[in-house]
C-alpha cells in the first residue's frame, strides 16, 4: 500500500471512530481531530475546529492544563465527566479520556470523547424512578406499621376485653350469687312464718327480699348503663324538676343499706326546681352514697353537702371509712379496679367508672381527697344549664 493510500485508510479509520478525538499541543491549542468529534460538538467541517483552544470546547479547561503538568496523577486513570461547549453555545454533558504522546520531539495530548447526554438521562431516570419506588416502598412501610400498630391496638383490646370478660363473671357471679342466696333463705323463713301466723317477722324478711331485689336491681342497671357509656350510645334526657323530691327519693332507698348507728347528715341548699337529666344524676348521687356506706364503719357519720354557686351544682359526699391507699388512687375511675383494702367487701368496681363517664357527658368534673383508714371526700360539679342550653352539653 502507498503512503499516500495507508494515510487516506489511517484517515477513514480514525474517522469513523465511535468517539470523538482531539489532538492538543502544550498550548492548548487543537491539531487534529476527527469527523465524530465535530459532529459531537455541532462544528461542519474539521477546519472549523482546527487551531480553536481547549477552552472553546469545553466549560472548564483545568483538567487539560493539570494533564500537560501531570499526565501521570492517578485521577487520569479513570474516565473524568466534565461539561463541553457546543458551537451554538449548548452545554453538554461528557466522558473524557486523556493520553499523552510525542512526535517529532514534541509533547501532544489525545482527548477521547464522548457525549453522554443520552447516558445521563437514563440515569436520571433510573434515579428517579428509584426515588420514587423508594417513596412508595416507604409510604407503604409506613402504612404496614400504621396496620401492624392499628392490628396491635385491635389485638391489646381484644386481650383486655376478654379479661374484661373474665373479670366481669367473676365479680357478677360473686355479686349476684349473695344477695340471691339472702332471698333463697328469707323466702324460706317467709314460709315457715307463715306457718307460724308471725306477722313482723314476716314482714321483716319480705323487707329484706325487698332490699335485695333492689340492690340486684341496681346492680343489672350498672352493667347495663356501663355498656351504654361504653357504646356511647346514651343521650342525656334534661327536664325541669325539683332538686329536694329527688334527693328525698335517693335517701329513702339507701336508708335500708345503713349500718347499725351509722348517720346520713345532709345539708341541701337547693330548694327550687333544676333542669338535669334527673335519672343520671340519681345514678351518679345513688353510687357515691352507696360507696360512702359500704366503705364506711358502723357508728360512722357520712356527710353530705349540696349547694349551688354561680353556675355550677356542687355535691360534695364526706365519709370517714376505710379511705383509698395513695399509691392507688391514680387507677380508682377505671373500670373494675379495686383497691386493695376494699377486696373483701362487697362490689363489682364499676360504679365510680360510671359515675365519671355520666359527669364526664354532662360537662362537669369530679374530684375527690382520700387518706387510708381516715375516710374519703368525693366533690362533683355539674353546670347549671338552661333549656336552650341543652344542645351544647350533649354535643
Known sequence: MLLKDQKDFFKVCFDTMQMGILVYDIHKKIVLSNSPLNQIFNYFKESDVLNLSINN?????????????????KKFKKPIEIVGVKSNGERFPIELNLSKLEYENEYYFKAFISDITERKKEKNRIFNLNSKL??????QHHELENAIDQLQVSLNKEKELSHLKTKFISLASHEFKTPLSAILSST???VKYSDLNSTSKRNE?????????YHLNGMLDDFLTLEHIELGSFIPKFTQFKFSTLINEIIQN?????????????KNNITGTIYQDQNILKIVLTNLFNNAIK????????????????????????????????????????????AKNAVFLPGTGIGLNIVKGYIDKLGGAIE?????????????ELPKINNNEKVNIIN
Open 254 to 266: 339507701i336508708k335500708p343499706f345503713l349500718k347499725e348507728n351509722q348517720t346520713l347528715q345532709l
Open 57 to 73: 470546547l469545553f466549560e472548564d479547561s483545568i483538567i487539560f492544563d493539570d494533564f500537560i503538568v501531570n499526565s501521570t496523577h
Open 368 to 380: 375527690f381527697e382520700s387518706i387510708e383508714n381516715k375516710g374519703t371526700s368525693f366533690v362533683v
Open 205 to 213: 324478711h319480705l323487707d329484706k327480699v325487698k332490699n335485695m331485689i
Open 188 to 190: 324460706e323463713l317467709i
Open 134 to 139: 423508594e417513596k412508595e416502598v416507604k409510604l
Open 295 to 338: 366503705y364506711s364503719k358502723v357508728n360512722g357519720i357520712i356527710e353530705v353537702e349540696i349547694d349551688e354557686k354561680n353556675s355550677s351544682l356542687f355535691f360534695k359526699i364526706k365519709d370517714n371509712g376505710i379511705g383509698i391507699p395513695k399509691n392507688e388512687q391514680e387507677f380508682i375511675f377505671k373500670r373494675f379496679f379495686r
